[in-house]
């Protein structure tokens, strides 16, 4: 059920704080389906985090419950003249918020967000094969497979794939 309480919004740099308490959380799961963390994110990271998306071709959005965030997605365009009309996403939602539709309210605004901008016409995420929610989500907005990173990344002493996602308009 999505819950409307919850508001997708741009990050402001005053979401510091709430940024790195969700992260925190976050990567104290210590997740096998993405990349771990050594040391818990402080404000001061995030508030770099945030001040990373503050160019033309970045975006970054969180889901808000009042003063808690409780999921971000993020853009950033690439930097080369070849690449200008794409760029990479990130995103996550805090364990207990999940299958709630937050994850997919999340990836359609920052889809709106990029689709909006002329000069957008391509949007990739490299995901662990074994992220089934993730590939899931990405597969229900719009994206396709397009390459395998075989056996790229190294989980519990086992290697395996990564794939690389994009959806083109
Ligand atoms: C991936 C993630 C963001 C999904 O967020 P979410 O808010 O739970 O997703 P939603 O409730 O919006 O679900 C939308 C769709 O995603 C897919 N999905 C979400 N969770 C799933 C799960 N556990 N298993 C299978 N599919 C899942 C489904 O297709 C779902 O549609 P449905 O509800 O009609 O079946 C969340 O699981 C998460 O934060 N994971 C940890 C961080 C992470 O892996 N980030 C991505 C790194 S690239």
Redesign the pocket.
């Known amino acids: 059920m999505s819950d409307r309480s919850i508001d997708i919004r741009e990050a402001v740099t005053g979401d510091a704080k709430a940024l790195a308490e969700y992260a925190g959380a976050?990567f104290a799961e210590r997740?096998t389906?993405?990349f771990l963390h050594d040391s818990p994110p402080t404000q001061e990271d995030q508030l770099r985090f945030i001040e990373g998306f503050e160019a033309e071709n970045a975006h970054l959005l969180v889901a808000a419950r009042g003063d808690e965030i409780v999921?971000m997605a993020g853009f950033k365009g690439h930097g080369r003249p070849q690449l200008r009309h794409a760029g990479i996403i990130?995103?996550?939602?805090a364990q207990p918020?999940?299958?709630?539709?937050?994850?997919?309210?999340l990836l359609n605004g920052l889809i709106a967000w990029a689709e909006a901008d002329p000069l957008l016409s391509r949007i990739e995420?490299d995901?662990f094969a074994i992220?089934?929610?993730?590939l899931?989500?990405l597969e229900?907005t719009g994206f396709e497979r397009e390459g395998t990173m075989r056996r790229a990344i190294e989980v519990g002493g086992e290697k395996i794939d990564n794939y690389l996602l994009a959806r083109i308009w």
């Open positions: 976050l997740l389906t993405m999921g990130g995103f996550g939602v918020c999940r299958r709630q539709g937050i994850g997919l309210r995420c995901v992220n089934t929610p993730a899931s989500l229900k």
